[in-house]
């Protein structure tokens, strides 16, 4: 039985690791945590923010996916979206989904994130 995500993991382009240190640390407010040796030595990056783990492995041939993306559940989104605009990031809303407010941003090398808080406590 599956219990919980453990972490997902996008690509990201060779040499990609410091602008994506600045925005998922600096612009997103994640902190930056260890990678084990044997893969820090692939290259990349891993991200917490409480709970949530987000992994950036590199891959040679990166292309950003058009539609896949993880969805990441923030508190205060009004305030979020201001501060990832604030830092320059696009911000885009999208009101298509019942219960919720939420938005869609990328990561400077083109990842997909979406960005959503339940209009209720869940």
């Not at 979020?80 to 019942?98: I, K, S, T």
């Not at 407010?101 to 083109?110: E, H, I, L, M, W």
Request: charged share 25%; aromatic share 8%; hydrophobic share 40%.
């Amino acid at each position: 039985m599956i219990t919980a995500v453990d972490h997902v993991q996008l690509a990201a382009p060779p040499g990609s690791e410091e602008r994506l240190r600045t925005y998922y640390v600096g612009v997103l407010g994640m902190t930056e945590i260890p990678k084990p040796p044997v893969l820090a030595a692939r290259g990349g990056c891993w991200f917490q923010a409480g709970g949530v783990q987000l992994h950036l492995g590199i891959e040679k041939d990166f292309r950003p996916a058009d539609k896949a993306h993880p969805g990441l559940r923030v508190a205060g989104i009004e305030r979020y979206g201001a501060r990832l605009r604030a830092q320059g990031a696009r911000v885009e809303w999208d009101e298509n989904l019942p219960g919720h407010r939420r938005f869609y941003s990328q990561d400077p090398v083109g990842n997909r994130l979406e960005f959503l808080e339940p209009l209720t406590a869940v």
